[in-house]
């Protein structure tokens, strides 16, 4: 099956600072990729849908100027938290569709110190 | 407004019984629908689909059911094994899979 890799897995930062966490399609291309975050024992809340060469749609009361969304390839998307604070501590998860299917990378675990 | 609902946060079954789980949904333009399975710490995973012109799915122990005029859909896994303890996800999208909507989940845990 199609694998979509995240990276990092896992990342503490402080207040303050920004991190940048990559989503990949290592055997396929996506032109559409999700990033969805999920709260401890919430279901999974999409943020933002990415596509690639234009700019990212955002869903309503996610904040474009901080969670910035780069789908820069047909493999590659990124985003990047800026000016993290402790109330972005989440686990995020990126997907990419292909065809009529989407599949989800492992999750990254943000901890903002 | 949830698009997708499961209304059970949890649920318990005895290992070799029938696992049901339940979902319902309010746009009737919903064209396709996904379970995924997910353990914690991990991103989900694709477990089955059900396209809207069919109203059963079948792939081994895992059976999805579509009811169109009822608007719900459910999982059915039999037998239920200890591995198969997790959260389900049920999600929905419409013709062009340009947005799914997810429910809530469920948690199932099978017990030996």
């Known amino acids: 099956g199609a694998v979509v890799s995240q990276h990092p897995s896992w990342v503490i930062c402080k207040s303050g600072t920004s991190v940048k966490i990559e989503c990949r399609s290592l055997d396929f291309q996506a032109t559409t990729m999700f990033w969805y975050r999920q709260f401890p024992k919430q279901s999974l809340m999409l943020m933002a849908t990415?596509?690639?060469?234009?700019?990212?749609?955002?869903e309503q009361g996610v904040e474009k100027d901080k969670f910035l969304i780069n789908h820069a390839s047909l493999t590659l998307s990124t985003l990047t938290v800026t000016s993290a604070h402790p109330e972005d501590s989440s686990f995020y998860i990126c997907s990419a569709r292909a065809a009529y299917e989407q599949y989800f990378g492992p999750g990254t675990r943000l901890t903002v110190t | 407004d949830q698009q997708v609902k499961q209304n059970s946060p949890s649920l318990s079954v005895q290992e070799g019984r029938i696992s049901i789980l339940n979902c319902d949904y309010t746009?009737?333009?919903?064209?396709?629908f996904l379970w995924y399975k997910k353990y914690p710490a991990e991103g989900p995973t694709f477990l089955i689909s059900i396209s809207s012109i069919k109203d059963k799915n079948e792939d081994g122990r895992f059976t999805v059911f579509l009811n169109k005029s009822a608007k719900h859909l459910s999982l059915h896994i039999v037998p239920s094994q200890p591995g198969d303890s997790a959260v389900y996800f049920c999600a929905a999208t419409l013709y062009n899979f340009n947005k799914f909507y997810f429910g809530s989940g469920t948690k199932l845990n099978v017990k030996p």
């Open positions: 990415s596509n690639e060469g234009s700019k990212a749609t955002y």
């Open positions: 746009n009737s333009m919903f064209d396709y």
